[in-house]
């Protein structure tokens, strides 16, 4: 992008540091990805849930979801495209990054049958998987289930549900909260570090071109 070539030549002037640039950046980034991801959830909610009857919590939740999912997103482009100079390249290597997360921690491979339980495990280090605990706790909390047992007719429990995607019976809102938060939050510093360090010479010279 043009602002990327501009930061190459500011940078190697002295002008500002790579970590001023981003906190600038993210000063007006993350209110505005906060507001369209709010609206985002006002579109979502009808959809998935029942209007009639909002509830503010379960609102909470898929606002949480999809804005620390958009900041994640959005951190590991600002990561990769200090290094590629591509754009599609780097909408790319982000993408398959984020589908094998949500692969992974959504629950659906591990719903399979005939796949290993430690797949399950090993996503507790995945923001997707922790995201994807939000929704689920917020279909429970805004949908109830209709449904009478009788002859051949199964009804499931959400507990039962629960426990075979995320691995755990009961919804843990305030962990699965902070965690998404953190690893929103953790990449963004985690960026600001990485541009502080001094800039290689051939990524340099590769954005002055």
């Not at 190459?8 to 950046?25: F, N, R």
């Not at 909470?60 to 900041?71: D, G, Q, R």
């Amino acid at each position: 992008p043009p602002w990327r070539k501009r930061f190459c030549q500011e940078y190697a002037e002295g002008l500002y540091t790579g970590a001023t640039m981003l906190i600038a950046y993210n000063v007006v980034s993350i209110p505005f990805s906060f507001i369209s991801s709010a609206a985002a959830a006002c579109a979502l909610y009808p959809l998935v849930l029942d209007p009639s009857t909002p509830d503010g919590m379960t609102f909470m939740y898929l606002l949480v979801a999809i804005w620390t999912s958009f900041m994640l997103a959005e951190q590991l482009c600002i990561m990769f495209l200090l290094v590629m100079k591509s754009q599609l390249n780097a909408a790319i290597a982000v993408s398959y990054i984020l589908i094998v997360c949500l692969s992974l921690a959504s629950g659906t491979i591990r719903s399979a049958k005939g796949l290993p339980g430690w797949l399950q495990d090993n996503a507790k280090g995945v923001h997707t998987k922790y995201a994807s605990s939000l929704l689920h706790t917020a279909s429970f909390l805004g949908r109830k289930m209709n449904c009478t047992p009788a002859n051949g007719i199964v009804c499931p429990t959400p507990a039962d549900f629960l426990l075979d995607r995320i691995g755990h019976p009961n919804a843990q809102e305030t962990t699965d909260i902070a965690a998404s938060v953190a690893f929103a939050l953790g990449l963004c510093a985690f960026n600001m570090i990485l541009y502080l360090l001094p800039m290689p010479r051939f990524v340099r010279r590769k954005f002055r071109e």
